[in-house]
Nanobody
């Protein structure tokens, strides 16, 4: 499975950006797709995830109420709509996917088998 991410860019604080990620293939109805981010000098952290079959979503506390993740089950695509962006959201964002996660494993990147290329999100103050 290959993940193709798109979106990102430069925006002022308070602005919005959208990230999308498409999986090239699907081997399970249990596919979960999500986003992680890594800022310079910091560890990678969970942002949000979505079960494509059913649409259940999960968010990090730091983005709740500002980011919305949604999935298109037919297209194996997940979209992250980011609003009210803050400078601390600046990071490289990575799309990730896995077919076998249990709920408690979703926030941990080490549990994901598939990763896309990173896309830069920069929020200026």
């Amino acid at each position: 499975v290959q993940l193709q991410a798109s979106g990102g860019g430069l925006v002022q604080a308070g602005g919005s950006l959208r990230l999308s990620c498409t999986a090239s293939a699907r081997t399970s109805s249990r596919l979960i797709m999500g986003w992680f981010r890594q800022a310079p000098g910091k560890e990678r952290e969970f942002v949000a995830a979505c079960k494509l079959n059913g649409g259940t979503t999960y968010y990090a506390d730091s983005v709740k109420g500002r980011f919305t993740i949604s999935g298109d089950n037919a297209k194996n695509t997940v979209t992250l709509q980011m609003s009210n962006l803050k400078p601390e959201d600046t990071a490289v964002y990575y799309c990730a996917a896995d077919n076998r996660l249990i709920t408690s494993s979703i926030p941990y990147g080490s549990n994901y088998d598939y990763w896309g290329q990173g896309t830069q999100v920069t929020v200026s103050s």
